[in-house]
């Protein structure tokens, strides 16, 4: 980066120099990927750096001879001679050729290392995980030791992994082309349907108790923008108390029981899901007594259900997640009156307010 | 060749009926020219309805599928009736001018393949017609999702649609092959051509080489979609790469069919208005032959991410494109020193693409690094991208070739004043929306989304990106008022007003049917010059 020199000729011109300086230095602040939380995404980050600091020296270069030319070699009045007719310099040519040579050698070498690095992939990993992605929705299988039988299935967008350990993630898709996205790992892979693509990472353990967004970054058709995930980072205690209970709920309840045949006032209210989005953004119910939720998907192929938060996002009630076109009349249980929000579980996007009183 | 041309009206023909069966090359180029700009019009357009959704978080203007076709079809007019197209226009004209021929080799067929461009353009927004819409799947049309079961018909007549221009294509390739190895003047040795008509040949190499694989591809698609195919459909034993694969095929040298003969363009303007020969004449032609060639083993490293290709040898392939790349920025910017620069409006759009094609390449560096293209990858730093390659790089070399050739077209020079407002308006308004995409793209925002969370950080350079998009727009204005009111009483332009090196300043402006009623003496790539001048060197 270029300095200004301390004699310039006129103020304009250090003032052109100065914005031009201010607006590099912005650039190149701006410039920059979010820290990576993964082993990998720092290897990733590193190249990243190695290679921005080549490309400013080059467009600082590059850039600076243009503007120098432009500065210096204006047409003056008294040109009225042609300027010498050099054809072309062998030597400058020559130099010129082999120095981006060597410097694309080195970039290229340099990323193949990291590469490996990032590929790699390790034999004994510590937890496998199924994401399988579906028009317009993710759900996460995690696999028992052996690789293949599925321990338990969340279908709420939500990848809950401990830190420190290798991942491995194996990819499949039900329908078209998707891509698993985490900007923090500095990292995605296609979901490719009939191909099973799979990558590790380590997050780093410093990262402990964050969320990360993720997303699918190929475009998978028309809710392309709302298949949205996130990745939560327990420590492996937590994780491991976390997956025993999941397998736990997963294996006790079979699926949730239908309202029991509810008394003559009960109240039943009526929602619909409808191109990944509810059509009503407020609901109210009694308060005191129970209630019935009649939920109508009609999505096809997209799961939805809805769950219940309370003000302090205490989880009250979380529908069965089905598949569109399809109905289901959840029994909520009597609340206390208060603002509550309702969502669905696999596209948090999708959201309205509860009103009970 | 010029016989056709040369038939004298008979007066109940109107002059509209000869713009519709001409088959002089200089008629056809400004046919394609004017399509070409009507196409970027209503491609920007729907780049606005884009950037207007993207303003803000939310869905204010668009439905998600009203979205989806609206980018497809921008990227889709854009690339396949814009510039590609444009470029081929300035080839038209321009070639047979600069090596002395009177017209193109096969003159009809030139007819054919200009008037095949806005047949394919009609059919490729009547999908707006359809019930279900235009084509959604993105210009990419990606399978599984460009199949039958996810996309209506508007997918069908796309597909018709490229079929259609990729005819054009071929058909104006070979007879820009033929014209350059058959029509040149006495005296007018490979070696001599300028630099244009190289790109052009190199150009018409790569679409003579790469547009069947696209055209086999698509009608694969159509197969897999109408006939009961299943070439690229995963679910009845396809494989979903392999269209990939087919569509990079054609569509990576594509991108250098959109970029050579911009550089073209450069080429003969930087040296006009530097007063100096071009900077390494011969390395410059090799650099464009290496272009071609390295550009059919690039086209995988749009597919970095899937899985399924050979990673270090499309990196290193990669890597090894800058080099030529880069030998033209140096003998570019050496043909200005100790040049005398004339600051006229083609020089400006010249410097315009010098200064943007630049970052075009650079930030193109950093995807060829595969893991730095891992978190890249179809986010807006890719959008960024692509924009300063084909935007800072071909449009502004457009306007460079318009602003450059416009005295020879039609007989009056362009208003500079109101040239160099465009220029301004346009180099901001393109900076404000495409430099702020990088930022969005380094911190996860993927292209193609018709919405995204406003907690994620992305609103306020969404916003700057709309306002630079409008500013775009707003520099068009401009450029239009300019074409009207030059054409009515713009200053005459004389035969040769910039001082050219290159054989169309040796004929009058605009040229007669047949071209020269004789040339000068053919000694180097700068006859005009040579003849100005006396040769300066052997």
Same mark, same amino acid.
Not at chain 1, 195 to 219: S, Y
Not at chain 2, 221 to 231: A, Y
Not at chain 2, 440 to 459: C, E, H, K
């Given at each position: 980066?270029?300095?200004?020199?301390?004699?310039?000729?006129?103020?304009?011109?250090?003032?052109?120099?100065?914005?031009?300086?201010?607006?590099?230095?912005?650039?190149?602040?701006?410039?920059?990927?979010?820290?990576?939380?993964?082993?990998?995404?720092?290897?990733?980050?590193?190249?990243?750096?190695?290679?921005?600091?080549?490309?400013? %020296?080059?467009?600082?270069?590059?850039?600076?001879?243009?503007?120098?030319?432009?500065?210096?070699?204006?047409?003056?009045?008294?040109?009225?001679?042609?300027?010498? &007719?050099?054809?072309?310099?062998?030597?400058?040519?020559?130099?010129?050729?082999?120095?981006?040579?060597?410097?694309?050698?080195?970039?290229?070498?340099?990323?193949?290392?990291?590469?490996?690095?990032?590929?790699?992939?390790?034999?004994?990993?510590?937890?496998?995980?199924?994401?399988?992605?579906? &028009?317009?929705?993710?759900?996460?299988?995690?696999?028992?030791?052996?690789?293949?039988?599925?321990?338990?299935?969340?279908?709420?967008?939500?990848?809950?992994?401990?830190?420190?350990?290798? %991942?491995?993630?194996?990819?499949?898709?039900?329908?078209?082309?998707? *891509?698993?996205?985490?900007?923090?790992?500095?990292?995605?892979?296609?979901? %490719?349907?009939?191909?099973?693509?799979?990558?590790?990472?380590?997050?780093?353990?410093?990262?402990?108790?964050?969320?990360?967004?993720?997303?699918?970054?190929?475009?998978?058709?028309?809710?392309?923008?709302?298949?949205?995930?996130?990745?939560? *980072?327990?420590?492996?205690?937590?994780?491991?108390?976390?997956?025993?209970? &999941?397998?736990?709920?997963?294996?006790?309840?079979?699926?949730?029981?239908?309202?029991?045949?509810?008394?003559?006032?009960?109240?039943?209210?009526?929602?619909?899901?409808?191109?990944?989005?509810?059509?009503?953004?407020?609901?109210?119910?009694?308060?005191?007594?129970?209630?019935?939720?009649?939920?109508?998907?009609?999505?096809?192929?997209?799961?939805?259900?809805?769950?219940?938060?309370?003000?302090?996002?205490?989880?009250?009630?979380?529908?069965?997640?089905?598949?569109?076109?399809?109905?289901?009349?959840?029994?909520?249980? *009597?609340?206390?009156?208060?603002?509550?929000?309702?969502?669905?579980?696999?596209?948090? &996007?999708?959201?309205?307010?509860?009103?009970?009183? | 060749?010029?016989?056709?041309?040369?038939?004298?009206?008979?007066? $109940?023909?109107?002059?509209?009926?000869?713009?519709?069966?001409?088959?002089?090359?200089?008629?056809?180029?400004?046919?394609?020219?004017?399509?070409?700009?009507?196409?970027?019009?209503?491609?920007?357009?729907?780049?606005?309805?884009?950037?207007?959704?993207?303003?803000?978080?939310?869905?204010?203007?668009?439905?998600?599928?009203?979205?989806?076709?609206?980018?497809?079809?921008?990227?889709?007019?854009?690339?396949?009736?814009?510039?590609?197209?444009?470029?081929?226009?300035?080839?038209?004209?321009?070639?047979?001018?600069?090596?002395?021929?009177?017209?193109?080799?096969?003159? +009809?067929?030139?007819?054919?393949?200009?008037?095949?461009?806005?047949?394919?353009?009609?059919?490729?927004?009547?999908?707006?017609?359809?019930?279900?819409?235009?084509?959604?799947?993105?210009?990419?049309?990606?399978?599984?999702?460009?199949?039958?079961?996810?996309?209506?018909?508007?997918?069908?007549?796309?597909?018709?649609?490229?079929?259609?221009?990729?005819?054009?294509?071929?058909?104006?390739?070979?007879?820009?092959?033929?014209?350059?190895?058959?029509? +040149?003047?006495?005296?007018?040795?490979?070696?001599?051509?300028?630099?244009?008509?190289?790109?052009?040949?190199?150009?018409?190499?790569?679409?003579?080489?790469?547009?069947?694989?696209?055209?086999?591809?698509?009608?694969?698609?159509?197969?897999?979609?109408?006939?009961?195919?299943?070439?690229?459909?995963?679910?009845?034993?396809?494989?979903?790469?392999?269209?990939?694969?087919?569509?990079?095929?054609?569509?990576?040298?594509?991108?250098?069919?959109?970029?050579?003969?911009?550089?073209?363009?450069?080429?003969?303007?930087?040296?006009?208005?530097?007063?100096?020969?071009?900077?390494?004449?011969?390395?410059?032609?090799?650099?464009?032959?290496?272009?071609?060639?390295?550009?059919?083993?690039?086209?995988?490293?749009?597919?970095?991410?899937?899985?399924?290709?050979?990673?270090?040898?499309?990196?290193?392939?990669?890597?090894?494109?800058?080099?030529?790349?880069?030998?033209?920025?140096?003998?570019?910017?050496?043909?200005?020193?100790?040049?005398?620069?004339?600051?006229?409006?083609?020089?400006?759009?010249?410097?315009?693409?010098?200064?943007?094609?630049?970052?075009?390449?650079?930030?193109?560096?950093?995807?060829?690094?595969?893991?730095?293209?891992?978190?890249?990858?179809?986010? $807006?730093?890719?959008?960024?991208?692509?924009?300063?390659?084909?935007?800072?790089?071909?449009?502004?070399?457009?306007?460079?070739?318009? $602003? $450059?050739?416009?005295?020879?077209?039609?007989?009056?020079?362009?208003?500079?004043?109101?040239?160099?407002?465009?220029?301004?308006?346009?180099?901001?308004?393109?900076?404000?929306?495409?430099?702020?995409?990088?930022?969005?793209?380094?911190?996860?925002?993927? +292209?193609?989304?018709?919405?995204?969370?406003?907690?994620?950080?992305?609103?306020?350079?969404?916003?700057?990106?709309?306002?630079?998009?409008?500013?775009?727009?707003?520099?068009?204005?401009?450029?239009?008022?300019?074409?009207?009111?030059?054409?009515?009483?713009?200053?005459?332009?004389?035969?040769?007003?910039?001082?050219?090196?290159?054989?169309?300043?040796?004929?009058?402006?605009?040229?007669?049917?047949?071209?020269?009623?004789?040339?000068?003496?053919?000694?180097?790539?700068?006859?005009?010059?040579?003849?100005?001048?006396?040769?300066?060197?052997?």
């Amino acid at each position: 980066m270029s300095i200004p020199r301390p004699r310039l000729p006129r103020p304009a011109r250090s003032l052109a120099a100065l914005v031009a300086l201010a607006l590099l230095l912005a650039g190149c602040a701006a410039l920059e990927p979010p820290a990576a939380v993964t082993s990998q995404g720092q290897d990733t980050r590193d190249l990243y750096d190695f290679v921005f600091i080549i490309a400013v %020296v080059i467009f600082v270069l590059v850039e600076g001879l243009i503007v120098y030319a432009v500065l210096r070699y204006r047409r003056k009045p008294t040109d009225t001679e042609l300027p010498p &007719q050099v054809h072309g310099n062998s030597v400058l040519e020559v130099i010129w050729t082999i120095v981006p040579t060597i410097v694309v050698l080195i970039m290229f070498v340099f990323s193949w290392q990291t590469l490996n690095q990032v590929d790699a992939v390790s034999p004994t990993p510590a937890l496998t995980v199924r994401a399988v992605a579906a &028009q317009f929705q993710w759900q996460f299988d995690y696999l028992a030791p052996d690789g293949q039988t599925v321990q338990f299935t969340q279908q709420a967008p939500e990848l809950d992994l401990p830190v420190g350990v290798d %991942v491995h993630v194996i990819l499949r898709s039900k329908d078209v082309i998707h *891509a698993f996205y985490v900007p923090k790992f500095l990292f995605k892979r296609d979901v %490719v349907p009939g191909r099973e693509n799979n990558f590790d990472f380590t997050i780093d353990p410093a990262d402990v108790n964050q969320t990360f967004r993720g997303q699918c970054a190929e475009f998978c058709g028309t809710f392309h923008s709302t298949m949205l995930f996130s990745v939560k *980072a327990l420590s492996p205690a937590d994780f491991k108390t976390w997956l025993a209970q &999941q397998v736990a709920t997963a294996a006790a309840s079979p699926a949730p029981a239908p309202s029991a045949a509810g008394g003559a006032t009960e109240t039943t209210l009526a929602l619909t899901a409808h191109n990944i989005a509810y059509d009503q953004a407020t609901l109210s119910a009694p308060a005191g007594q129970p209630f019935v939720l009649k939920f109508t998907n009609s999505d096809p192929g997209v799961s939805h259900n809805v769950a219940i938060t309370d003000s302090t996002g205490q989880q009250i009630f979380k529908g069965e997640i089905f598949s569109g076109p399809d109905s289901r009349s959840y029994p909520i249980p *009597a609340l206390p009156a208060g603002t509550y929000t309702f969502a669905c579980s696999v596209h948090p &996007q999708m959201t309205g307010k509860l009103t009970v009183h | 060749m010029a016989t056709t041309t040369l038939r004298t009206s008979t007066g $109940y023909r109107s002059g509209l009926y000869d713009w519709l069966t001409t088959t002089d090359h200089k008629k056809i180029g400004i046919l394609y020219l004017a399509n070409s700009i009507l196409m970027f019009l209503i491609g920007g357009l729907f780049a606005l309805l884009v950037r207007v959704e993207l303003a803000q978080p939310g869905l204010q203007f668009l439905t998600d599928a009203q979205y989806n076709q609206a980018f497809t079809i921008h990227a889709s007019l854009m690339l396949f009736l814009f510039v590609i197209p444009v470029l081929a226009g300035f080839g038209n004209y321009i070639v047979p001018l600069m090596i002395g021929a009177p017209d193109m080799a096969f003159p +009809r067929i030139n007819a054919f393949s200009f008037w095949l461009l806005p047949l394919a353009a009609i059919v490729m927004l009547s999908g707006f017609a359809t019930g279900g819409g235009a084509a959604a799947a993105g210009w990419t049309e990606y399978s599984p999702l460009a199949q039958a079961k996810y996309e209506g018909i508007g997918t069908d007549l796309w597909i018709v649609a490229l079929l259609l221009i990729g005819t054009s294509s071929i058909l104006g390739s070979i007879n820009f092959i033929v014209t350059i190895f058959k029509m +040149r003047a006495p005296g007018m040795t490979l070696l001599r051509m300028p630099i244009m008509v190289w790109t052009m040949l190199v150009t018409s190499i790569l679409v003579l080489m790469a547009t069947p694989v696209l055209t086999s591809a698509l009608i694969m698609l159509f197969i897999d979609r109408n006939l009961g195919g299943h070439f690229f459909d995963p679910a009845n034993g396809g494989n979903a790469i392999l269209w990939q694969n087919t569509f990079w095929f054609y569509s990576h040298p594509a991108v250098y069919i959109m970029v050579l003969p911009a550089m073209g363009i450069i080429s003969e303007v930087l040296p006009v208005f530097s007063r100096k020969p071009l900077f390494g004449y011969k390395a410059f032609v090799f650099a464009t032959a290496a272009i071609g060639a390295l550009g059919f083993s690039v086209w995988a490293h749009h597919m970095f991410t899937t899985g399924a290709v050979y990673l270090p040898f499309f990196s290193f392939m990669t890597f090894l494109i800058a080099i030529p790349t880069g030998v033209k920025f140096f003998n570019w910017i050496a043909t200005m020193f100790r040049g005398q620069l004339t600051f006229s409006t083609p020089l400006l759009y010249a410097l315009g693409f010098l200064t943007m094609f630049l970052i075009g390449g650079i930030n193109g560096a950093f995807s060829a690094a595969v893991p730095v293209d891992f978190a890249l990858h179809d986010t $807006y730093w890719v959008v960024a991208h692509i924009h300063y390659v084909l935007f800072g790089g071909s449009v502004f070399a457009v306007f460079a070739g318009l $602003y $450059y050739w416009w005295p020879k077209m039609f007989g009056r020079k362009l208003n500079e004043t109101l040239g160099k407002i465009q220029f301004v308006f346009m180099f901001i308004g393109f900076n404000l929306t495409f430099f702020p995409m990088h930022i969005l793209g380094l911190s996860g925002m993927p +292209r193609r989304i018709a919405d995204y969370d406003p907690n994620a950080g992305w609103n306020d350079l969404n916003l700057l990106a709309t306002i630079g998009g409008f500013t775009i727009a707003f520099s068009i204005l401009p450029f239009l008022w300019n074409v009207f009111i030059t054409s009515r009483s713009g200053e005459p332009a004389g035969d040769d007003p910039w001082e050219g090196n290159t054989l169309e300043w040796a004929t009058s402006s605009p040229p007669p049917p047949y071209n020269f009623d004789h040339l000068p003496e053919i000694r180097s790539e700068r006859p005009v010059f040579d003849a100005r001048h006396g040769a300066t060197h052997a």
